[in-house]
């Protein structure tokens, strides 16, 4: 009797532990197919200047009922991963200089996700050369049921999602 209490005990300890955790989003890297598009869409080399957030202080959102968290590399917050985001794309675009008279500055309003339809949801608002853009979208990924596997995927999709969200923004201004 007690061997089954104490593997009970193990078995609701570790389920436990393991939920009530952080699931890191990945380092970012850019789309190769849309880094290869931009050399041809982007004429001018942009440079990219502080990045704001309204109320996104924040470096991890909680996931499902809140035990587990979603969270960034480091000491990133979304407004910062963002940034950071499209400095890369550019960089692999070839058309980055930071000490360009063309400088993108951006505003990121919204970022949260949903695992039930497995949408993450991003808004922002980019000036580029005097022209202001909003871009609003939800960008899909593939969920789970399982509170663990859901946010797992919505950690591992948060990198693709930024990537698409980065594209979506410099095609704006074309």
């Not at 001018?44 to 909680?62: D, H, W």
């Amino acid at each position: 009797m007690k061997k089954k209490l104490y593997f009970a005990v193990v078995c609701v300890s570790t389920l436990f532990l393991e939920s009530c955790s952080n699931i890191q989003v990945e380092p970012y890297s850019s789309a190769k197919a849309d880094v290869f598009k931009m050399k041809n869409i982007l004429k001018n080399k942009l440079a990219v200047t502080g990045f704001s957030n309204k109320n996104m202080a924040e470096s991890s959102i909680p996931c499902r009922v809140g035990a587990i968290q979603v969270s960034l590399p480091a000491t990133e917050t979304f407004s910062s991963y963002i940034e950071n985001s499209f400095v890369e794309f550019l960089i692999d675009a070839d058309k980055y200089d930071p000490g360009s008279k063309h400088a993108l500055k951006g505003e990121i309003r919204k970022v949260d996700f949903d695992t039930i339809t497995g949408n993450w949801h991003l808004t922002g608002d980019f000036m580029l050369n005097n022209k202001m853009v909003t871009i609003d979208k939800d960008y899909g990924f593939s969920s789970a049921f399982d509170d663990i596997p859901a946010c797992k995927n919505t950690a591992k999709a948060f990198n693709q999602v930024v990537s698409k969200f980065v594209y979506d923004t410099l095609v704006s201004f074309k």
